[in-house]
């Protein structure tokens, strides 16, 4: 097993785990504390119920996303095709980067109450 498989097998199980935590969050409609800074008090945040409705979309598909570049990337599919891995590698950064910026974003906005 190669270093690469190991990477997509882990980049497919932190999406299965973005894709539980989204779940989670809009069933029991409560933020999960990976969505949020270590020692960040859930409790005290300013619209939590706007947090939810504006992270999940974006933390469910993010999810999907690592899934599904994870599981292309652990089939080996583009394997013979090197620039098409590679593109597929610069999409996943690309995704996680702006996926973090929405995040920050919306932390600042729902759980701080900064505009």
């Not at 080996?76 to 090197?82: E, K, V």
């Amino acid at each position: 097993m190669s270093f690469g498989m190991i990477l997509d097998l882990l980049i497919m199980a932190c999406g299965v785990y973005m894709i539980y935590w989204a779940v989670q969050m809009r069933s029991s409609n409560k933020i999960p504390a990976m969505l949020v800074g270590k020692g960040f008090p859930i409790d005290r945040a300013k619209d939590p119920d706007g947090f939810i409705r504006f992270t999940f979309p974006f933390t469910f598909s993010t999810g999907v996303v690592l899934f599904a570049l994870g599981l292309v990337g652990a089939l080996g599919l583009f394997i013979t095709y090197p620039l098409a891995e590679t593109l597929m590698r610069i999409v996943l950064v690309a995704v996680i980067v702006i996926y973090g910026m929405i995040l920050m974003k919306a932390q600042k906005k729902y759980l701080v109450g900064i505009k």
